[in-house]
């Protein structure tokens, strides 16, 4: 609690900000290696069934082919591989090539090397594979009937009675459906991967160096150490690159066998199928409340796609379990195998899907109840977590509640559907919260001072957007009392102390505490050096008493530079390195981070188009590290969202097993028109338990509630419920009234 | 995307002579839609005919009216002076068109001539009667939310993605195509066809020809036109439905009409009927409902497009009212 710090929350410039918008920024396919050399993919072209034939001839004789790889000669050149005959390798990593099986549209059945891009792409094109089709599933609704539970040992929550919202005096049953979303960073998926002897270097497209290391390491069983992977800056994933994927097996793989460095840069197309998506989900919420509005049962269920071949699971009946006090409640997850690719958590995973539907399902109770819904959330608030009885280690979601909706001038709107209209289009508020982990895990930081002043921070996080390196900054900053010239940051390389994979909003929480840890062992250290050398009459003075402020040590009024400190010393350097992880605090308190979106749109009557017009999110994210950086982070949250809620959705044709939408004009992410002005608003009250930085994360949040809240303001505005996403004007049809 | 030859024309005599020498040769212009479908194996001409250095690039007035090359870009017409204050329909629907970076390559011939964006089209894992006749329209029982309602074949339902078109056909333009032996002039309206039992071809440009000029006849539909784009996001979608409304007013009466929509047909789809209907008419809700139910006679919808049967003609009232300055 004492450890809080005392940061600014002052606009501060992203580390990478001039070398990402000036092109200096190098992303994982622009490493120039001598003797490079192209790998393309060849993707399947039917869902499923099995590849009776495979002729790569002509792509072999092609002009400049190097090699090609098939489930024909790869299992057994990687001697993980052969060892291991399963297919799932490593948690959700299917192997590249595995056999003569196709498992979903899109997988990749082959891999042309060339000597150059252009050339590998013509080969590609010349392989041919004859199938022996097999019948495919890809309707999500044809199979429910099929869906089986996440592992055998997975038990149904329940707390106390069973459906008890249908005995309550006014309960709502409402269906939800949400679609496949695709993660569509704007970097595709890219790696370059480069053989030296027996050791690998590997530029990577990865939200953690340290897993991927592992994992190539993995497949050749070599020690981790012969492995580095160099991934400073990574342009966006949203949880795309959270684990290797079969296209970056299949490159190290090629660099082994061809002993040539290989670099592979997915298609757009490529990117709907073999980087994972945000699966496409049917939700049952059944919730119930007295006629005062006191919530009585919840059930919600959920009905998830994975892939045949594995049991991707995400949390998105959990935030039902805690998010409201009630006295029963019951959730059911499943999943539905089918013949798809592999998802993957996308931003706010599961949490997102699972607070759409019931945020939307208390819209719709409030409205059936008359009652105000933010009132009815509030009539509801959780004080305590009802599912693990622990206290918050702190929680301003009612002051959320308060401030978003003071912004948004919630107590203007007339509550009654269809009521209110302004410049010919019909308005509509809405209102969604929104909850996630807020997680602490173990990282480690170096903290070096060299003899010119210099103080570098390093740890090996990746930086996917958030501003990872002006946060491990801002700490630093903050701990040295500098405006922070002198400060340097270095992430994303598994030569620097090891941090965790990048995601679940965790990254401040754990990199800035042990950057936070490393600077105060720095600082402690150099006490002793000025003991040993600055003052040297013998007398012992307490670390309390020592200022450090604009790069120098201060004792009582006495004020010694670093660099004098260190050339003193006679050292070049004083380096520490420390491992900052959670303690017990985690058993004795539920650590959450909140949101809650406010958005004001327009519906124009003729033509059913949805204008957002205003968003605010107000969020408790515990300290606000960088104000700038955190508001970007909320920002790019409020965009996905809106993509979620109005325009994103991964179309099959399910006769083909195929995506009928998969490229940038048919699957629509929301553009520059579709944005409104966003208002973002922090509590920004440091939480005292969770790290000693009092930051909780705010990433997934972002995102989390939103799509709610658009499809309420939709109901708002017309009156009617859309109860399927996204939320396209042809399923509004007010132009029929 | 297979090998292929590359040449760039100094003249018009000479692309024209080229087009007549290599039959399977096309002509490359912006290349922002016939670079996108070769890399996709769509489309695989073995030559490719670069047009850019020929000087078509001009917008300049005539004594009919107003003479565009084929070359002037879209952003350049839609920027342009003369365009903006005499034939805002024109610019309003190229605005309304893609993105400013394509505007920018994007250029008149080209664009009259973009290719369907039926996703079946582009996939050439799935079967396609305009791609490969006779191998199947999958859009019909398909995914076709995008697709036609006017004009329509059991063959292709697949609609012409053009904004542009619909305000030069809306506008009466004439089009100037070229082959080494003559050039002609025919009606924008009859430059692009129905799909019939020719999917393959979108319109009647003749391999040997290349498209020179367009010509929009001077018109008195400044002060009341709208183009109106229906679409999933506010920008760089295609239309659902578009529709562009030229009016000339005589106080509120209509003195002459003209109608048009996208997003509905495989070609720019004219209004004739509901402009007969207005003519002389008073502009007027009433009125301009009752023309929107006559444009929709014979619509057919196919399943995911059913909403459009509701949309279009709603959408017709709401360009009506927007031309003629009721709402
Ligand atoms: C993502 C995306 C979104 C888009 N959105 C829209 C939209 O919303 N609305 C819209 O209207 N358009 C849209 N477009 C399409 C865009 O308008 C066209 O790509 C563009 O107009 C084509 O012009 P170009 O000069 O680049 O043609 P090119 O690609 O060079 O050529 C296209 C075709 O025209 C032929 N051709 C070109 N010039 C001539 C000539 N003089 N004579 C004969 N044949 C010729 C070529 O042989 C080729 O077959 C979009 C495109 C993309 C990629
Ligand atoms: S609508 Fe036309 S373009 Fe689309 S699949 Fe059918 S034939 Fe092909």
Redesign the interface.
């Known amino acids: 609690m004492e450890n809080l710090l005392n940061l600014a929350a002052e606009d501060t410039d992203r580390t990478d900000g001039i070398l990402k918008v000036t092109g200096g920024a190098k992303y994982s396919a622009e490493y120039q290696i001598p003797g490079i050399t192209y790998g393309v993919l060849v993707p399947s072209t039917i869902a499923k069934g099995k590849i009776n034939s495979l002729d790569t001839k002509a792509a072999e004789n092609a002009p400049g082919v190097i090699k090609v790889l098939s489930h024909l000669n790869v299992n057994n050149s990687v001697p993980r591989y052969a060892k291991d005959q399963a297919l799932i390798i490593d948690r959700n990593i299917n192997k590249v090539f595995y056999n003569d099986q196709i498992l979903f549209a899109g997988q990749p059945i082959a891999m042309v090397i060339a000597d150059t891009y252009e050339r590998a792409v013509y080969a590609a094109s010349l392989i041919k594979a004859v199938y022996q089709k097999a019948p495919h599933q890809t309707n999500l609704e044809l199979n429910i009937a099929n869906a089986v539970a996440p592992n055998p040992n997975a038990k149904d929550y329940v707390r106390n009675q069973i459906d008890a919202y249908k005995d309550a005096e006014v309960f709502i049953e409402a269906e939800y459906d949400q679609p496949n979303h695709i993660h569509n960073p704007m970097e595709l998926g890219s790696i370059i991967a480069h053989w030296e002897g027996d050791g690998l270097t590997v530029y990577d497209k990865t939200q953690g160096v340290f897993s991927s290391q592992r994992h190539y390491a993995s497949l050749y069983e070599i020690d981790s150490k012969k492995v580095r992977v160099i991934a400073p800056h990574v342009g966006g994933a949203f949880g795309m690159a959270l684990h290797s994927w079969p296209y970056q097996d299949a490159t190290v793989i090629a660099a082994k066998i061809t002993n040539r460095p290989v670099k592979t840069m997915l298609t757009r197309i490529q990117m709907f199928t073999m980087v994972g998506y945000r699966p496409e989900t049917k939700q049952f919420v059944g919730i119930g409340a007295s006629k005062e509005g006191i919530l009585q049962g919840i059930t919600h269920k959920a009905w998830a796609v994975t892939s045949s071949f594995d049991n991707f699971t995400e949390g998105t009946v959990r935030p039902s379990q805690f998010m409201y006090k009630c006295p029963n409640v019951n959730t059911i997850y499943r999943l539905v195998k089918m013949d798809v690719s592999n998802p993957i958590w996308m931003r706010g995973p599961g949490e997102a899907t699972g607070m759409y539907a019931l945020e939307c399902a208390m819209d719709e109770l409030a409205y059936k109840l008359n009652m105000d819904p933010i009132e009815l959330r509030l009539k509801n608030y959780a004080v305590i977590n009802p599912e693990n009885e622990l206290p918050w280690s702190s929680k301003f979601l009612d002051e959320c509640y308060e401030i978003g909706a003071k912004k948004i001038g919630w107590s203007n709107r007339n509550p009654k559907p269809a009521s209110m209209k302004e410049n010919g289009m019909l308005v509509g508020y809405g209102v969604g919260s929104g909850v996630f982990n807020a997680g602490r895990s173990s990282a480690t930081a170096r903290a070096t001072l060299d003899e010119t002043g210099k103080l570098t921070i390093q740890s090996a996080a990746s930086d996917i957007g958030p501003g990872t390196g002006i946060m491990m900054k801002k700490v630093a900053m903050d701990s040295f009392q500098t405006e922070g010239k002198e400060v340097f940051v270095e992430l994303g390389d598994t030569n620097l102390p090891p941090a965790p994979t990048q995601g679940g909003s965790n990254t401040t929480s754990t990199v800035g505490s042990a950057v936070y840890d490393a600077c105060t062992a720095l600082k402690e250290k150099m006490v002793q050096v000025y003991h040993q050398f600055i003052v040297t009459d013998g007398q012992q003075h307490a670390y309390e008493n020592f200022t450090f402020k604009n790069g120098a040590i201060i004792l009582g009024g006495k004020s010694t530079s670093y660099t004098d400190l260190i050339k003193k010393a006679g050292l070049k350097e004083l380096t520490v390195t420390r491992e900052s992880k959670a303690g017990n605090e985690r058993q004795k308190y539920a650590f959450n981070s909140f949101a809650v979106h406010f958005v004001k749109l327009h519906i124009h009557p003729f033509t059913g188009m949805v204008k957002v017009v205003q968003v605010v999110s107000a969020v408790d994210a515990g300290k606000i590290i960088s104000e700038k950086q955190a508001r970007s982070q909320m920002i790019g949250g409020v965009v996905g969202g809106i993509g979620m809620a109005l325009t994103e959705e991964g179309i099959y044709d399910h006769r083909f097993g195929v995506y009928a939408n998969n490229n940038f004009a048919d699957y629509h992410v929301p553009v520059h028109a579709d944005i409104p002005p966003i208002d973002i608003l922090f509590v920004n009250k440091p939480d005292p338990y969770i790290n000693p930085i009092g930051a909780k994360g705010l990433g997934e949040v972002s995102i989390i509630g939103l799509a709610p809240a658009i499809a309420n303001a939709v109901f708002h505005a017309t009156g009617k419920r859309v109860r399927d996403l996204p939320i396209t004007l042809d399923k509004i049809t007010v132009w029929e009234s | ?3 292929f030859d590359y040449i760039r024309m100094g003249s018009i005599s000479s692309a024209v002579k080229a087009l007549d020498k290599f039959p399977d040769a096309k002509i490359i212009a912006g290349g922002s839609n016939l670079i996108d479908l070769m890399k996709r ?1 769509v489309m695989a001409p073995t030559k490719l005919i670069d047009i850019n250095p020929l000087p078509l690039k001009y917008i300049h007035t005539t004594k009919q009216g107003v003479q565009i090359g084929a070359l002037a870009l879209n952003s350049q017409a839609a920027d342009h002076e003369l365009i903006k204050t005499k034939y805002p329909l024109l610019s309003m629907a190229i605005n309304a068109g893609a ?1 400013a970076q394509l505007r920018n390559m994007a250029t008149f011939g080209g664009n009259m001539m973009q290719r369907t ?1 039926c ?2 089209f ?2 050439t ?2 079967p396609c009667n305009k791609r490969e006749p006779n191998s199947g329209c ?1 859009a019909l ?3 076709n ?1 995008m697709h036609g309602i006017f004009g329509t074949s059991d063959v292709c339902i697949a609609v012409n993605p053009s904004d542009m078109n619909v305000a030069l056909v809306a506008l009466d333009a004439k089009v100037i195509l070229k082959s080494a032996k003559k050039e002609r002039t025919i009606a924008f309206a009859d430059f692009h066809k129905l799909a019939g039992d020719s999917p393959q071809l979108d319109n009647h440009l003749q391999k040997n020809e290349m498209i020179t000029d367009i010509i929009i006849p001077e018109n008195q539909f400044y002060n009341n036109s709208y183009y ?1 784009k ?9 239309a ?2 578009s529709v562009a409304a030229g009016l000339e007013m005589d106080g509120q009466n209509i003195k002459k009409v003209r109608l048009a929509m996208g997003g509905v047909a495989h070609k720019p789809w004219r209004l004739y009927d509901a402009e007969n209907f207005l003519q002389g008419k008073t502009a007027s809700l009433q009125n301009f409902e009752e023309a929107a139910k006559i444009a929709m006679k014979g619509a057919k919808s196919y399943g995911h497009n059913d ?1 459009k049967l ?2 279009a003609p ?2 017709i ?2 360009a009506l009212l927007k031309a003629s300055h009721l ?1």
């Open positions: 995307m297979i090998n194996n993105s964006r996703s079946y582009y996939d894992t799935m999958s029982t398909g995914i939310r109106l229906v679409r999933d996001r506010h920008s760089y979608a295609f659902l439905i909403f509701a949309l709603s959408s009232v709401e709402s």
